[in-house]
């Protein structure tokens, strides 16, 4: 019985998907930011524009990454 997940993979692969997902999650942060900032009509589009365009870029990096982890091979 296994009492600890084992470490995950430290491929190249793997790395860039981390590294990608962690510039997503800056850039999240940036754009809820501008966000609730702004108060001219046409950046406040902009914003949710750039915030909708992030968070589906997000979701794509955490489905990849979750689909690479369950395509490992168990050791």
């Not at 019985?1 to 590294?19: C, G, I, N, Q, V």
């Not at 501008?34 to 992030?54: E, F, G, H, R, T």
Request: aromatic content about 10%; glycine content about 0%; some cysteine.
């Amino acid at each position: 019985m296994r009492l600890f997940k084992s470490a995950p993979p430290r491929d190249e692969h793997y790395t860039l998907l981390m590294k990608d997902l962690h510039q997503t999650t800056v850039a999240l942060q940036d754009a809820y930011s501008n966000l609730s900032n702004a108060v001219d009509p046409d950046l406040i589009d902009c914003y949710i524009y750039q915030l909708n365009s992030v968070q589906m870029r997000y979701k794509f990096l955490l489905a990849s990454l979750k689909s690479y982890k369950a395509d490992m091979p168990v050791t």
